[in-house]
């Protein structure tokens, strides 16, 4: 093959090769750079975020459970001390006279909205009378073995969940037993709830039955029974198997991620009823976290994708007329790609189009640096307190052991702690740590490392100090927060454990051990004081 056949053979394999622009290229490398960016953001934003709302949904439900529980319990309290009442006013009334006695419990059943009937039976079982009257069940002698317990109590009682023989309804009753002057037993005064109907509960809860974001409540006896549900038709079904249910009947309390017997994965908080071993469940399908997650998405999308327009608009437009920023752009969407958000200075280019690019790409890339900045400071800082978390802490003491650094280790607890929360509330706790956090923030230095190790307790890293630097400081500390009014009529104090690398040793873990064992001390000998540990065996 002759030199002038090569030379026409490469000629005709360049030209039949798909040309693309230099315009087209760097429209489409700025274009896919954009929505790489875009995606991380939206990445980084979804993963942040997902964790906190479930955490959110799981606190606000068992809260929601605490309080309905607590509601639930004062009205059986409140139903209680009404058929107390009404007993009162029965312990003198002639039950052989019918019409009185109707009357009477016509009065009580109407007086409130607690109960679907009321209901007077003597000490034989016989039921006397009951509003609203019913032909079929007074005068006979009553059939359930709840009612007969209840008469047999002489006491007040609260009945488990049972259908009726004669009108199949599927009640709950209260009864308070009734005395005559001379103390003799005459029968019981009931009132029955209607768990299939309209009912007490649904007047008191309706408006929490479900709300608008999938969640829903519903209550459990003390063996699984469904009693109040938002679909009625599930009422008195056992659903023991459920996991929360499980725990309930087990007395515990509290809230969790679990999967119901539907198969839905959900988010539930969960607690019990005193007045009568019930269970309260609040309940909000996991979808519903993700939907509320998705939405906040798309307005993070909706609000970027302007900008994201015209920022493309602006770079087809200057691409047709520039070639040379080409170079120089990529390279710089190479290094972000790599991981760099260090960004070069802006360099001002002749062309008038150029710069505008230069400019608007420095300013996209600028955001984006600074979201992630933000990102990497929220996962080093504690939530609360804005001091440096654990994981700050232990990247900065391995460092600093890495680099053979003199520093003093002081770890800081609240004395008795539980108590303020117990007492005053987990609010006021919250704040006692937040002002603990300012009195030790301002008592080191900016190369000092502050943090919250977790709960009440906290770490301070002194640069290039040792045991008796960190004991003053450490003193100072513990004198400013005594001194200081932190929860009103109530004392507050600390106790601190100091250690020093390298003179205790030369490893983190057991400086910071040394340091826990002096802070043990300082609790045993009796709180709000400060011990330097004692030095151990370098390894």
């Not at 199949?168 to 009132?191: A, M, T, V």
């Not at 009625?232 to 119901?260: A, F, H, M, P, W």
């Not at 280790?409 to 108590?419: Q, S």
């Amino acid at each position: 093959m002759t030199i002038q056949n090569k030379k026409n053979r490469l000629r005709t394999e360049i030209n039949n090769l798909k040309q693309i622009s230099l315009t087209t290229l760097l429209s489409g490398l700025v274009i896919i750079s954009t929505l790489m960016t875009l995606t991380i953001m939206v990445i980084s934003s979804y993963t942040s975020q997902k964790q906190s709302l479930i955490n959110n949904v799981l606190a606000l439900n068992y809260e929601s459970a605490v309080q309905m529980s607590q509601t639930l319990d004062l009205l059986f309290q409140s139903m209680q001390q009404s058929l107390k009442y009404g007993a009162s006013h029965l312990q003198d009334t002639d039950f052989t006279h019918k019409l009185k006695l109707n009357n009477t419990l016509s009065l009580i059943q109407n007086s409130s909205d607690y109960f679907n009937s009321v209901a007077l039976t003597d000490e034989t079982g016989l039921l006397l009378s009951m509003s609203p009257y019913s032909l079929v069940s007074v005068g006979k002698h009553i059939r359930s073995e709840d009612a007969k317990a209840a008469i047999k109590a002489r006491a007040s009682y609260i009945s488990e969940a049972y259908i009726t023989p004669y009108t199949k309804n599927r009640i709950i009753f209260l009864s308070e037993p009734i005395f005559d002057k001379e103390g003799k037993y005459k029968g019981i005064l009931s009132g029955s709830i209607l768990l299939q109907q309209n009912n007490i509960l649904n007047l008191s809860f309706g408006n929490q039955l479900k709300r608008s974001d999938g969640s829903y409540f519903f209550i459990v006896d003390h063996k699984g029974t469904l009693l109040f549900h938002p679909n009625i038709n599930l009422i008195g079904e056992d659903i023991s198997q459920n996991k929360v249910v499980q725990k309930l009947i087990k007395d515990q309390t509290g809230k969790e991620r679990y999967v119901n017997l539907s198969g839905v994965d959900s988010l539930a908080g969960y607690y019990k009823v005193p007045a009568n071993n019930w269970g309260m469940v609040i309940v909000t399908p996991t979808q519903t976290v993700f939907d509320q997650l998705n939405r906040q998405i798309e307005l993070l999308l909706l609000y970027t994708l302007g900008p994201f327009l015209i920022l493309i608009l602006i770079v087809l437009r200057v691409a047709r007329k520039l070639t040379q920023p080409f170079v120089f752009l990529t390279n710089l969407i190479n290094q972000v790609a790599a991981g760099q958000t260090q960004l070069p200075p802006v360099k001002p280019h002749w062309n008038r189009e150029a710069n505008m690019l230069n400019l608007k790409i420095f300013a996209f890339m600028e955001i984006f640096k600074n979201k992630t900045n933000q990102l990497v400071i929220d996962a080093r800082t504690d939530v609360l307190t804005g001091l440096n978390n654990r994981r700050t802490f232990e990247e900065v003491i391995q460092q600093w052991i890495q680099d053979e650094t003199p520093f003093a280790m002081i770890v800081l607890d609240i004395d008795h702690f539980k108590i303020i929360n117990d007492t005053f509330g987990h609010s006021v706790g919250d704040e006692v740590l937040k002002k603990i956090a300012q009195l030790i923030q301002a008592s080191v230095r900016p190369e000092d490392i502050c943090s919250r190790f977790g709960g009440e307790e906290f770490v301070i890293l002194l640069h290039d100090s040792n045991s008796m630097m960190a004991y003053l400081i450490a003193e100072y500390i513990r004198i400013s927060v005594k001194e200081s009014v932190l929860v009103t009529n109530h004392l507050v104090t600390i106790s601190a454990g100091i250690t020093e690398f390298p003179l205790h040793s030369l490893s983190a873990t057991e400086l910071f051990q040394l340091a826990d064992n002096a802070l043990y001390q300082a609790k045993q000998e009796g709180r709000n004081r400060t011990i330097i540990a004692q030095q151990a065996s370098k390894s």
